[in-house]
């Protein structure tokens, strides 16, 4: 059974760091892409970012300068190191991993605000 587990989120205020992170099991971690997706309330769920097997990483403009994501194929965990965070970065965050299918963890809510 694949699980993906987040934890990190919480209240930060504007310019403040989290650190998400993404324990995997049920699956071969190193040959999984893997990412975070994140849904604000009324709006789509978006990706955020998202690393090959390989180690291509790809974010959304949105997030480039401040978000590093990062991946300890021996630990079967991803992360997600966010800086300089904004209140529009505000939404649950969802960890990802697809190979011939997609799985989705739980989410984790992250609020920036005063």
């Known amino acids: 059974q694949v699980q993906l587990v987040e934890s990190g989120g919480g209240l930060v205020q504007p310019g403040g760091s989290l650190r998400l992170s993404c324990a995997a099991s049920?699956?071969?971690?190193?040959?999984?892409?893997m990412g975070w997706y994140r849904q604000a309330p009324g709006k789509q769920r978006e990706l955020v970012a998202v690393?090959?097997?390989?180690?291509?990483?790809t974010y959304v403009a949105s997030v480039k300068g401040r978000f590093t994501l990062s991946r300890d194929n021996p630990k079967n965990t991803l992360y997600l190191q966010m800086n300089s965070l904004k209140p529009e970065d505000t939404a649950v965050y969802y960890c990802?991993?697809?190979?011939?299918?997609?799985?989705w963890g739980q989410g984790t809510q992250v609020t920036v605000s005063a």
């Open positions: 990802y991993a697809a190979y011939s299918t997609a799985h």
């Open positions: 049920g699956i071969i971690f190193s040959i999984y892409t």
């Open positions: 690393v090959t097997s390989t180690g291509t990483t």
